[in-house]
């Protein structure tokens, strides 16, 4: 293996060519393949599940250490969201412009996924295993994609004992933040059924609405949580009402809603379910809850800190531990081992013309390849 890494730009500017809106599949994990098999790494690549949400390419690239050697994982996805129009250069074309590289997942994620490439060879083979769990389904459902790849390297003995994810965690430079944990995510279908009628006959019919409004009242009412050390307050909103009666004098026979709650540690989605749902039978509706994640926490210690000092080495600044923001599969990956995310400012990830400060792709390649190499040592 060459002691020269490859070129950070080089790598992500072939990801961002390869077109990859979620579900990623083909090119993008040809493109990755052939970034890692020459630094010594064994690709498996699979796909899982069914429509709707599947089948899901995954793949799982993993270089073995020494016997007995600690086992580091990289982890990330290829898949971008939509473009959309406007963007100055095609989006799937990358683009430098002064001291920027533009292109869809330039910052979300495959700038950070070019980092990690150039980070693993960086690090030599004896200093331990590597891994790479890469899915094609993280802006998406994600019913098959990271979930798959945890089966799957369960099944063959390649559980790491560290896992960081490329997540674009930064906020006004590289290095601000990074993330230790997420709040979980659950959302639930509320429905009242009632009996259709003319509103001159209100006493031959059962209005749904006024049920449903005093459901949604008491649950605006609630409070979750004061927040805690590490997780703001648990919230729940009102996303979606819906009755779908054209007619001025029709009293409806049905009305629902949609609530999203993001919930920090003290509680589970199954407990914010039931809760929910004794509250939608005492006003004579039902609730459909379901969990998109849990809420996580690494607590702050050894890997938190190896990570703040490979930062702060780069930087000259130590990254602020922070829970905020929506989910991310480390969700998935907090059952594996303790996970961090940390990666490049995240300004303008899901916008047009997305973008990463060149400079910002070297430093970041340069703290992964630290985080690594520390990491393995223990």
């Not at 996924?113 to 790479?132: K, N, W």
Request: charged share 20%; glycine share 10%; proline share 7%.
């Amino acid at each position: 293996m060459s002691n020269t890494p490859p070129s950070v730009v080089a790598i992500a500017e072939a990801l961002i060519a390869c077109p990859s809106v979620t579900p990623a599949a083909g090119l993008v994990f040809d493109c990755l393949e052939a970034q890692l098999a020459p630094l010594g790494f064994a690709v498996h690549r699979f796909s899982a599940g069914q429509a709707p949400d599947g089948p899901v390419e995954n793949l799982f690239a993993i270089r073995p250490g020494p016997e007995g050697s600690r086992h580091f994982a990289f982890a990330g996805h290829v898949d971008v969201v939509p473009p959309g129009e406007g963007w100055t250069s095609a989006p799937f074309a990358p683009e430098v412009r002064g001291d920027l590289l533009y292109g869809r997942g330039a910052v979300d994620m495959k700038g950070a996924i070019a980092a990690m490439v150039a980070a693993a060879a960086a690090v030599p083979r004896e200093a331990g295993t590597l891994s790479f769990i890469i899915t094609g389904d993280e802006e998406g459902p994600a019913r098959f994609g990271t979930v798959a790849l945890i089966d799957h390297m369960r099944g063959v003995g390649a559980v790491p004992n560290l896992c960081l994810v490329g997540e674009p965690t930064s906020v006004s430079r590289l290095g601000d933040t990074m993330k230790i944990g997420r709040r979980g995510s659950t959302n639930i279908w509320l429905e009242v059924e009632g009996k259709e009628g003319h509103v001159a006959y209100p006493h031959l019919a059962d209005n749904p609405i006024p049920k449903l409004v005093a459901m949604l009242a008491e649950l605006d009412a609630l409070m979750l949580d004061g927040g805690t050390d590490w997780f703001q307050a648990s919230n729940l909103e009102v996303t979606d009402i819906e009755v779908g009666n054209p007619a001025t004098n029709v009293i409806p026979a049905r009305a629902a809603a949609r609530l999203s709650i993001r919930f920090n540690d003290l509680h589970t989605g199954k407990e914010l379910g039931e809760r929910v749902s004794a509250i939608a039978r005492a006003h004579g509706g039902t609730a459909r809850p379901v969990v998109y994640g849990e809420a996580f926490l690494t607590p702050p210690g050894l890997f938190s800190e190896l990570v703040s000092e490979a930062v702060e080495a780069e930087t000259g600044i130590r990254p602020e531990a922070s829970t905020s923001g929506g989910t991310s599969d480390a969700r998935f990956l907090k059952d594996l081992c303790p996970v961090i995310e940390f990666g490049l400012c995240n300004a303008t990830m899901h916008k047009r013309d997305e973008a990463v400060a060149i400079a910002d792709l070297d430093t970041l390649a340069r703290i992964y390849a630290r985080i690594a190499k520390a990491g393995l040592k223990g």
